[in-house]
Structure formats: structure tokens, C-alpha cells
């Protein structure tokens, strides 16, 4: 199942919601549209994660580029709504110790006052 994304925004924050695989080139064109995101000021963003049903290790760095971008134009990257396969994934790689993850929407959202 392709990659895909549907944007909301709560104020200043962005939300995306994915669903499908984060894998190969699918995480390039979430790259690109992180980008776009950063590019126009909205460098606070959730990434909803709750129908991603895999990430492979290209989608593993997709998503560490994408914090270093996020990060390096002052703004935040968080996530939301792991599965419980992505979630093991996430911990197994150690990648807990670099991204907040949430729960709750509203929790996330919270975070970043």
C-alpha cells in the first residue's frame, strides 16, 4: 500500500496523518512535503501514525532526516498514535531517546506550548 498523507492544522501546528508503508521512495515524498511544510513557517508538526502499517529502514531515515530538517529550522517533530509494530520498531532501533511520541492528539498538540 502506497504512502499516504492528509494534512490538518491546528493553529501553528501542522498534523499529518499517514497511512500505508513508510518505506523507499514513499519517504522521499514525504521529505518533499516536509519541505514545503518548513519552507512556508509551519515548522511545528505531528506526524499521526496510527494507520502506518510498516516502516522499513529507508523510512527509519527518512524520518531522522526529517527531524533534522524540522530541527534545523527551529520547529519540532513529534509522533502520534504508534502502532504497536512501528512502536517495537521504533524501541528495538532506540529511537525513543530521539522522538516524542504521543497517545493523545491533544497531548501532543500541548507539547509544544
Not at 31 to 60: K, T
Not at 82 to 100: A, G, P, Q, S, Y
Request: negative net charge; proline residues 1%; aromatic residues 4%.
Amino acid at each position: 500500500m502506497a504512502l499516504r498523507i492528509n494534512q490538518r492544522d491546528d493553529g501553528p501546528i501542522t498534523i499529518l496523518d499517514l497511512s500505508g508503508k513508510v518505506a523507499g521512495a514513499a519517504g522521499e515524498s514525504l521529505s518533499d512535503r516536509i519541505e514545503s511544510l518548513v519552507g512556508a513557517g509551519r515548522n511545528q508538526l505531528i506526524l499521526n501514525l496510527g494507520a502506518v502499517s510498516n516502516i522499513d529502514s529507508a523510512g527509519l531515515g527518512w524520518l531522522l532526516s526529517i527531524r533534522s530538517a524540522v530541527g534545523g529550522a527551529g520547529g519540532q517533530l513529534k509522533l502520534l498514535n504508534l502502532t504497536e509494530r512501528v512502536e517495537d520498531l521504533i524501541v528495538t532501533t532506540k529511537l525513543e531517546m530521539v522522538f516524542d511520541s504521543f497517545e493523545s492528539e491533544a497531548d501532543a498538540v500541548q507539547s509544544f506550548s
